[in-house]
Structures are given as C-alpha cells and as structure tokens.
C-alpha cells in the first residue's frame, strides 16, 4: 500500500488542522494505522493509532483530548484532526499502516509509511 500524507501548514498556537492520509494499492481497511511525528533533532514519536474498522482509538499521553484520529475506508483515507496546537506539536507528520490488528505505538512494527507533512505552530 502506498500512502500520501496532506493538509499539513503554519498555524497560530491555538490553532487547528486536519491532515489527511490517502492510501492506494491496496484497501486501507486491510490495516491498522497510525500517525507519528517527528521533530528537529528528535526521535520519531507515537501520536495516534486506529484499527481497522475505526472502532478502537488511541492516543499519545501529549495530544489526548486535542488531537481525534479517524477513518473513512470507503474513501481509503485516514485522517488526524488537531485542535489547540501548541509550538511543541510543531513537527513533520507522518501516517503508517500495519497489518497486525495488535494496538502497538511503536514505529517499528509498522510496515508502511507515507511521506510527511509539515505542521509548523507559531506562538
């Protein structure tokens, strides 16, 4: 499965976006995904996991309560809404897809990545 990553942009500290996740190849439903993201200098980190019906959510300790992480598998796409952004969600994003239906927040044990995008949050 191939899958690009979209919606990424500069926003003003509480701010909000929607990234975007569009999958092809293969059916995203085949797949758990995930949203990573990964700062200058930093290590790529947990943001949020869905399973494949979309019926599970989970989220990093950082964004839960800002950040919803959803599915449209009709539309073969993922999607990462972020409200109240802060500087420190400034990052390049990043969706996965994994076939194991294990929850799992390690970067690792996905086998599929899209390319990025940029979320820049000014203060």
């Known amino acids: 499965v191939q899958l690009q990553a979209s919606g990424g942009g500069l926003v003003q500290a509480g701010g909000s976006l929607r990234l975007s996740c569009a999958a092809s190849?293969?059916?995203?439903?085949?797949?758990?995904m995930g949203w990573f993201r990964q700062a200058p200098g930093k290590e790529r980190e947990f943001v949020a996991g869905?399973?494949?019906?979309?019926?599970?959510?989970y989220y990093a300790d950082s964004v839960s309560g800002r950040f919803t992480i959803s599915r449209d598998n009709a539309k073969n796409t993922v999607y990462l809404q972020l409200h109240s952004l802060k500087p420190e969600d400034t990052a390049v994003y990043y969706c996965?897809?994994?076939?194991?239906?294990?929850?799992?927040?390690?970067?690792?044990?996905?086998?599929?990545w899209g390319q990025g995008t940029q979320v820049t949050v000014s203060s």
């Open positions: 996965a897809a994994r076939p194991s239906t294990i929850p799992s927040t390690d970067p690792t044990t996905y086998d599929y």
């Open positions: 190849g293969r059916t995203v439903s085949s797949y758990d």
């Open positions: 869905v399973s494949r019906t979309g019926a599970y959510t």
